[in-house]
């Protein structure tokens, strides 16, 4: 048996521990508190601070370890990594240097310009307000993004967060005030997708394609959120995508991976999850991520068909190129349930309860104690559809979804046709296709 720390304890993490679990992994893990999905397949928890790197290691030495699996990017950029690694316990998940791939967009940014790799758009970094205002101006429409991990909410765009370019220049100047640089690029206008990759520095391997839905209410509508679901075809692409597309996302990440060996001198292993974007002059890198996707995970992982702990040790012995990595040909539909008032102002405490359904349930940020399950603040249940079809997918995470008890929402149109068809006819719009 391999003993595998997890590390996290989010929907994603729920669903990472079911898949190393189904791969005959002794599933140890280090929680901040006591999801009841990974309680149950694991055969020890230690509840502690995901940054807490000497009490992880004590866990790990203790449990005789093989290797850990980082769930969370702060713990990654926590170095946690680093320190495992030194005292013998490999990972899954880059190390501090590697993981500004997400920490810092000005690096990827630069990376990605250094080594001629396409995709980038405009843009510039700025430590201080010195020409800012200029390139604003000659973008005129555009994004501003905090150089830092801002969980998916630090991201501001023209037209949707801010109207004017004096509003864009003000939340600019506060994110070099709190983080000491921003990164302002040139707004596209497209389609978006994530692919997520395994890496272990050599060879990439992709999974399939999934669309999330950042924003938090019907319709695409109300603030940035950390992904209030998403979904996925069986054939692996997206409606709105052709299988050049695929390939031009995944050779960006195969010359990013390539770039951070020179740039680093040292091999990435672990996930690379591009977001990309479809636009009238191709595919555009939107940013990276240094882990998997909370929640594209649950659109992937539950149709892997090969042995996750066999991935996991083929991308710490650099050995990725002997897998041939395979998924199941469904349809899956992912709806979170979150409280109500999220993100900006979500309810806490309150319990819920969860009947049994067809759907998969995947636990995320909820507490089980005294016989019942309390929010805690940010999303938290991962409501997993999966069919052969999304016409029969997206109405198993819908019931599921929608028969939850408590002071909670989600997003009722997520994996519909009717908003797929609209993305769809965006793009069709925007490309000339029509």
């Given amino acids: 048996m391999t003993s595998v720390l997890l590390i996290g304890h989010g929907a994603r993490e729920h669903c990472i521990a079911e898949a190393l679990v189904?791969?005959?992994?002794?599933?140890?893990?280090?929680?901040?508190?006591?999801?009841?999905?990974?309680?149950?397949l694991a055969r020890e928890v230690k509840i502690a601070a995901l940054e807490d790197a000497a009490t992880i290691i004590d866990f790990a030495k203790q449990k005789k370890i093989d290797f850990a699996f980082i769930g969370p990017e702060a713990v990654l950029e926590a170095g946690v990594v680093d320190a495992l690694e030194s005292h013998g316990i490999p990972c899954v998940g880059p190390k501090k240097t590697l993981a500004r791939l997400e920490t810092s967009k000005g690096f990827t940014r630069a990376l990605v310009e250094k080594y001629k790799v396409p995709g980038n758009p405009r843009f510039k970094s700025f430590t201080d307000e010195k020409g800012m205002l200029q390139f604003m101006q000659?973008?005129?429409?555009?994004?501003v993004k905090a150089d830092g991990l801002c969980a998916g909410k630090g991201v501001q765009v023209m037209g949707d967060h801010f109207k004017t370019i004096a509003e864009g220049f003000a939340y600019a100047k506060t994110c070099i005030s709190e983080a000491g640089k921003v990164v302002v690029e040139e707004k596209l206008e497209g389609e978006e997708f994530s692919l997520q990759c395994f890496t272990d520095g050599k060879t990439v391997l992709p999974m399939p394609l999934v669309q999330d839905h950042k924003r938090a209410l019907v319709g695409d509508k109300g603030p940035n959120t950390g992904g209030m679901g998403s979904?996925?075809?069986?054939?692996?692409?997206?409606?709105?995508?052709?299988?050049?597309?695929?390939?031009?996302?995944?050779?960006?990440?195969?010359?990013?991976?390539?770039?951070?060996?020179?740039?680093?001198?040292?091999?990435?292993?672990?996930?690379?999850?591009?977001?990309?974007?479809?636009?009238?002059?191709?595919?555009?890198?939107?940013?990276?991520?240094?882990?998997?996707?909370?929640?594209?995970?649950?659109?992937?992982?539950p149709l892997l068909e090969n042995n996750l702990v066999d991935v996991c040790k083929a991308i710490i012995n650099e050995k990725l190129g002997t897998i041939n990595l395979s998924f199941a040909k469904y349809a899956v539909v992912c709806k979170y349930v979150v409280p109500q008032g999220y993100p900006d102002h979500p309810l806490k405490n309150e319990k819920i309860v969860v009947p049994q359904n067809k759907a998969r349930i995947y636990y995320a940020s909820v507490d089980q104690r005294n016989g019942g399950l309390y929010l805690l603040g940010s999303r938290a249940i991962a409501c997993v559809g999966i069919a052969p079809t999304l016409a029969a997918a997206e109405p198993i995470a819908e019931e599921a979804a929608s028969s939850i008890q408590g002071k909670v929402f989600h997003r009722e149109d997520i994996g519909t046709k009717a908003l797929i068809d609209k993305r769809v006819q965006h793009l069709r719009v925007l490309l000339g296709s029509v």
């Avoid at 992994?25 to 929680?31: I, N, P």
């Avoid at 000659?138 to 994004?143: A, G, H, K």
């Fill in 231 to 301: 979904y996925s075809c069986p054939d692996h692409l997206l409606p709105f995508l052709k299988q050049e597309h695929v390939n031009a996302a995944l050779s960006i990440t195969k010359q990013v991976a390539a770039a951070l060996l020179k740039e680093t001198g040292e091999r990435y292993h672990g996930i690379m999850y591009g977001g990309f974007m479809l636009t009238k002059s191709g595919v555009k890198l939107i940013e990276y991520n240094a882990r998997m996707g909370d929640p594209e995970t649950m659109n992937v992982l």
């Fill in 138 to 143: 000659e973008l005129s429409s555009f994004v």
């Fill in 22 to 40: 189904k791969g005959g992994a002794t599933l140890f893990a280090v929680m901040k508190y006591h999801n009841p999905g990974i309680v149950s």
